[in-house]
């Protein structure tokens, strides 16, 4: 008969389960992985999201750039505009480029002038993303017109 109570007193202790305090630990734990798994998961989509906008404006001002002297002479002064529905704003500014060396503007014989290209695009809420490119461009005088001494 001991042996028999050693027995079922052992069968109940397998039976009883969890306690409490283990099933809010398990919990905890679970809870903290899960935080944790979320706030990687949203800061890698904030990545994904920034760099997608960072994409697009380069796109726009690539193509900005490229079309900035072509289909007209470069000439002094500042325009601005939008794409996507105002969704990234621009400025571009075109100034003649000054030589710190000489502080005079850089022409040559042929009265080619060179010119500095300063881009600023925005976008997102705020205006808090940027990006800012420069460049050079060399503008040529129309045919016909008088080189610059």
């Known amino acids: 008969m001991i042996g028999r ?31 944790l798994l979320l706030g990687s998961l949203t800061n890698a989509s904030r990545q994904v999201h920034w760099a997608d906008g960072a994409g697009r404006a380069t796109l726009f001002a690539q193509s900005l750039l490229d079309q900035t002297g072509v289909a007209e002479p470069l000439a ?55 990006l800012d490119m420069q460049t050079l461009r060399l503008s040529r005088p129309a045919v016909g017109a008088e080189p610059l001494p």
């Open 76 to 130: 002094a002064g500042t325009r601005q505009g939008n794409f996507e529905n105002e969704r990234y704003r621009w400025t571009i500014d075109i100034r003649p480029y000054v030589d710190n060396g000489s502080a005079t503007q850089a022409a040559t014989a042929d009265g080619a002038q060179l010119f500095e290209v300063a881009l600023h695009i925005e976008w997102g809420p705020s205006a808090a993303q940027r």
């Open 5 to 35: 109570r050693a027995g079922v007193r052992s069968s109940r202790r397998r039976a009883r389960g969890y306690t409490l305090i283990e099933v809010i630990v398990a919990f905890a734990l679970l809870a903290l992985a899960l935080t």
